[in-house]
């Protein structure tokens, strides 16, 4: 008999044994929020699932909601159900020893890329200036801040709701002379600030959105640099095939020398498509004139 998970253990009293293997392995816990995944089948166990579970986890768990809807463009922004519990869609969440405010209402939020920011403030050297061109509420730009000294964060982001909680995370993990929030569209952002050729690495954290980017990282970057470059790929296709014809179809033929030195499989995301990170190293052989930034 294989293990049961925790929520299949607690289901088992009320759900019928041919649907116990439909009952999630896991659930996502953002602060006080547990979020789960149902299937359809499992509609009219809901509650019963939900309530539980926030039995078990009380109090450290006050609220569980199921997603409701896909992610907003261009936000990414789910709508949820409540389940069980009460007290709201704000949370603080703690993760590598920083606290960050959400709603997971109004903002993209995952716990899942704990891992994958620490991963990338490891990388960072002391003194780099960064661009995160899709920073949310901030989570990348402050456990970077917190971990390597000296740095410069430029922290982008369109949604105004993720953008407040930002501002109130860079103080609330007192980083306000690391990290620089930004509001606006990266790109035009980058435009207005005039954060062309000052960064040493920039961060493209949203698959959806980073390949209609990648020109205008690589404009922000000083003559040689990383991108982190996030895209959702085919499992069954080469991962080098696919960066290789994404990547080239923009850098191609504008004397741009880049290689992938890193491929980082970060999840899987829906059957046979998987979510990646691509630390893409690049060498423009310009001479730029170097810009003081703001
Ligand atoms: C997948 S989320 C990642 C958020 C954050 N990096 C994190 O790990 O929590 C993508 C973010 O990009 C923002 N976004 C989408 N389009 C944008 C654009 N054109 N310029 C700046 N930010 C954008 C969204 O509002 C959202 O917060």
Known sequence: MTKRSLLQELAKNFVPPNLLNLVP?????????AILNLPRELEEHKFEIAEALLNYLKPRIRLVVRRSSPA?????????????????????HRESGCTFKVDVSKV???????YERLRIANLVKPGETIINMF?????????IAKKVPGVKVYSIDINPEAYKLMVENVKLNKVEDKVIPLLGDAGEVIDQYDLKGIADRVLMPSPEHAINYLSKAVEALKVKGVVHYYDVACQVKSLNDHLTSR???????????????????IRSVAPLKIYLC???????????IAKQPF
Do not use: C, M
């Not at 993209?108 to 704990?114: G, H």
């Not at 920073?135 to 456990?143: E, K, N, Q, T």
């Open 247 to 265: 990547i080239s179809s923009i850098l191609n033929g504008a004397g741009i020398k880049w290689e992938v030195r890193t491929i980082r499989v």
């Open 72 to 92: 907003r463009d261009p936000e990414r922004v789910h709508s949820y159900e409540v389940l069980a519990g009460s007290g709201g869609f704000e949370t603080l």
């Open 25 to 33: 392995k896991g659930f996502e816990v953002i602060g006080g929020i």
């Open 278 to 288: 691509a630390d893409v190293h690049l060498d423009k052989g310009l001479k730029l």
């Open 135 to 143: 920073a949310g509420v901030g989570p990348f730009s402050i456990v």
């Open 108 to 114: 993209f939020f995952t716990s899942r890329l704990q």
